[in-house]
Nanobody
Framework: VQLVESGGGLVQAGGSLRLSCAASGRTFSSYAMGWFRQAPGKERAFVAAMRWSGSSTYYADSVKGRFTISRDNAKNTVYLQMNSLNPEDTAVYFC???????????????WGQGARVTVSS
């Protein structure tokens, strides 16, 4: 199983980025996909999650209304569209896959290598 993130980078406050997570190695149709982030000196924190079927989505309060999680079944890819970014969103963002839709990182079995997002003020 492999998850590969892309799309990170440097953006000014108020700008947008879209992260991608390409999944391979097995069928993910029954999996939950999550995005987490880890800022310097902080623990890895939940950002957003959805069932691969798209039936349910969860968001951290800090990103509600600004971030959107989605997927493209044909490409086996999950996205995180991030709008109205602010410096507090600066972190390494990780894609994860697990059997249960959850906001807990402990319930995710597979992780990507991370994509760095830096938001300048």
């Amino acid at each position: 199983v492999q998850l590969v993130e892309s799309g990170g980078g440097l953006v000014q406050a108020g700008g947008s980025l879209r992260l991608s997570c390409a999944a391979s190695g097995r069928t993910f149709s029954s999996y939950a996909m999550g995005w987490f982030r880890q800022a310097p000196g902080k623990e890895r924190a939940f950002v957003a999650a959805m069932r691969w079927s798209g039936s349910s989505t969860y968001y951290a309060d800090s990103v509600k209304g600004r971030f959107t999680i989605s997927r493209d079944n044909a490409k086996n890819t999950v996205y995180l569209q991030m709008n109205s970014l602010n410096p507090e969103d600066t972190a390494v963002y990780f894609c994860a896959a697990g059997g249960i839709l959850s906001m807990s990182r402990d319930l995710y079995d597979y992780w990507g290598q991370g994509a760095r997002v830096t938001v300048s003020s």
